[in-house]
Nanobody
Framework: QVQLVESGGGQVQVGGSLRLSCAAS????????MAWFRQAAGKEREFLAR????????FYSDSVKGRFTISRDNAKERVYLQMNSLKPEDTAVYYC?????????????????WGQGTQVTVSS
């Protein structure tokens, strides 16, 4: 049974940082590209970042480029999202997702496995 479990969310002040972690039970973990999405209240789920199987290639949405960094540790079967310079508009539930497609996509439908999400709240 595939499971993705996010952790590391919480409340932080504007300008602060958080590091999200996603533990995955994918077999094999390095057979999947991993991504992070978020969904704010009343809005659609939004793509943030993607990392390829080896960790050597990443892709970011314009909304987080330069502030967020995606990384992975294949030995620990984890993917991370380092979030810096947080803004109130970053408040959302953050999800990790996995796909075995080689096509870089920002669409929710392109990702097969999802975690349950972790809440991030940025307060001023």
């Amino acid at each position: 049974q595939v499971q993705l479990v996010e952790s590391g969310g919480g409340q932080v002040q504007v300008g602060g940082s958080l590091r999200l972690s996603c533990a995955a039970s994918l077999r094999p973990f390095n057979g999947y590209d991993m991504a992070w999405f978020r969904q704010a209240a009343g809005k659609e789920r939004e793509f943030l970042a993607r990392i390829n199987r080896s960790g050597g290639s990443t892709f970011y949405s314009d909304s987080v480029k330069g502030r967020f960094t995606i990384s992975r540790d294949n030995a620990k079967e984890r993917v991370y999202l380092q979030m810096n310079s947080l803004k109130p508009e970053d408040t959302a539930v953050y999800y990790c997702a996995a796909t075995n497609s080689y096509i870089y996509s920002t669409k929710v439908s392109s990702y097969y496995y999802w975690g349950q999400g972790t809440q991030v709240t940025v307060s001023s």
